[in-house]
């Protein structure tokens, strides 16, 4: 498949591939039926490019080598569902979480950015090989999930690496509705003292 990403593979390479359509079209009826289309649309307009490029390479049986090179993107797919669990089961911040976290941002990088990047500058080189269509439904595919992939790693940065470093949390100390009224009426209160205690004749340090 390195050698002829066009022509040749395996028989199961391609049973991979189509696999791999099912459970799109199984995760996006998923999606469909359980959330709001202001929801799912990024993941919906993902999986209608991945799976159109990739049931390409099933009916024509050519092109199976890049789509076993984009599967690679789905290794970071494992991170994001741990970081996505950790996050629902209320463990950030903590180390696991940053672990994850980090796990996630160095797999995107290497099992996304760097195959995107691949297969574009091979489409590039070898356009004259491949039909315009597929040309274009490749690109648009590349850009599609690429422009994702980016903003998906910038919102993972700032949220989980920046944030947390401005906002360092307190050890052993989990913030609830109930404590944050808490220190917003602490807030308020100490407030009030302040402006009270020129006329008391106190200063405060």
């Not at 180390?95 to 297969?119: D, H, N, Q, Y």
């Not at 315009?132 to 439904?137: D, F, G, K, Q, R």
């Amino acid at each position: 498949m390195a050698a002829d990403p066009i022509h040749g593979h395996p028989f199961w390479a391609l049973v991979l591939v189509a696999v791999s359509v099912g459970y799109f079209l199984a995760d996006g009826a998923d999606m469909l039926c359980n959330q709001t289309l202001g929801q799912a649309w990024e993941l919906l307009c993902h999986h209608l490019v991945v799976v159109s490029c990739l049931s390409t390479a099933i009916l024509s049986s050519h092109y199976v080598g890049l789509s076993m090179v984009s599967l690679l993107l789905e290794l970071n797919s494992a991170c994001l569902h741990l970081r996505k669990l950790l996050l629902l089961s209320h463990q950030a911040p903590s180390l696991a979480f940053s672990m994850a976290s980090w796990a996630t941002l160095a797999t995107l990088a290497l099992f996304r950015l760097v195959p995107l990047g691949w297969i574009s500058l091979w489409l590039i080189r070898q356009q004259h090989q491949v039909p315009p269509a597929l040309v274009i439904l490749g690109g648009t595919g590349l850009v599609t999930v690429g422009a994702m992939s980016i903003i998906l790693g910038i919102r993972i940065l700032v949220s989980d690496v920046l944030r947390s470093r401005h906002h360092p949390p307190i050890p052993g100390h989990k913030e609830t509705r109930d404590t944050r009224r808490c220190c917003d009426e602490r807030a308020t209160l100490n407030l009030r003292v302040v402006s009270l205690s020129p006329m008391l004749g106190v200063e405060f340090t």
